[in-house]
């Protein structure tokens, strides 16, 4: 049976497939082609950085980058008409930033608009639901920005590219917020043993709360807490 599997195996159909060695050298001269052509397509829409890339713009790219790939190794896929649809998608591009650049409406149809995630230390409840953020995903960014807690935050909003802006509260105007650090929720509380601030671990709504039952939030109306941090940043 091995002898039957070695004698049946040929190297050249692993290494080429159904396509011959000449064919090695029309590979290089099609990527070389579509290499350049990639270059001045990106050229000519700009200089815009990953991160920076509104849902549209991501769209254009991903279909520069479908359109320049087949032709590289593809023999019946030609290299002219991936040309043309370079061509196509850049006036698109062009046509759309156009309108964009008219109506602001047709912007945020195409790219969406700037949401508030955060306002006064408490997540905005109904904004940060539709973007289908989770908790663990959002407060990773926080902390990547040096956040421990949201009573740092006066504003946090996601831009049209993903980004999060961050508004801080200045030092001294730091107040009792929800801690975002790794397991920091794992052990919510509904009956309060030691008085203190307390934020909701729902939406980081934080009151300051006598020893007894917890009750509800007024915000959101869940009634998990845990205790709240007023660590100053560290800048």
């Not at 001294?172 to 801690?179: I, R, V």
Request: proline share 3%; net charge neutral.
């Amino acid at each position: 049976m091995i002898t039957t599997i070695l004698s049946e195996f040929s190297w050249k159909e692993l290494l080429l497939g159904n396509e011959d060695w000449p064919f090695l050298l029309e590979i290089i001269l099609r990527t070389l082609i579509m290499f350049f052509t990639i270059i001045i397509g990106l050229r000519v829409l700009g200089k815009r950085g990953v991160k920076q890339l509104s849902v549209f713009e991501l769209v254009v790219i991903i279909g520069l980058g479908s359109a320049a790939g087949d032709p590289m190794f593809y023999r019946e896929v030609g290299v002219v008409s991936s040309i043309i649809v370079f061509i196509i998608i850049i006036i698109l591009y062009s046509l759309v930033t156009y309108l964009i650049g008219k109506s602001k409406k047709f912007e945020n149809l195409v790219e969406g608009k700037p949401i508030c995630l955060i306002e006064n230390g408490t997540f905005a409840i109904d904004n940060f639901n539709k973007e289908n953020l989770g908790a663990d995903e959002f407060f990773a960014e926080l902390r990547i920005k040096g956040i421990s807690h949201l009573g740092q935050i006066e504003t946090a909003i996601e831009e049209n590219s993903g980004e999060i802006s961050i508004f801080f509260y200045e030092e001294k105007q730091t107040k009792y917020g929800l801690p975002i650090m790794p397991d920091s929720l794992e052990h919510p509380l509904k009956i309060i043993m030691e008085e203190g601030y307390y934020s909701c671990t729902f939406c980081g709504y934080t009151e300051e709360k006598k020893a007894g039952n917890a009750g509800r939030c007024r915000k959101c109306e869940k009634d998990k807490w845990i205790r709240s941090s007023n660590k100053k940043r560290i800048t």
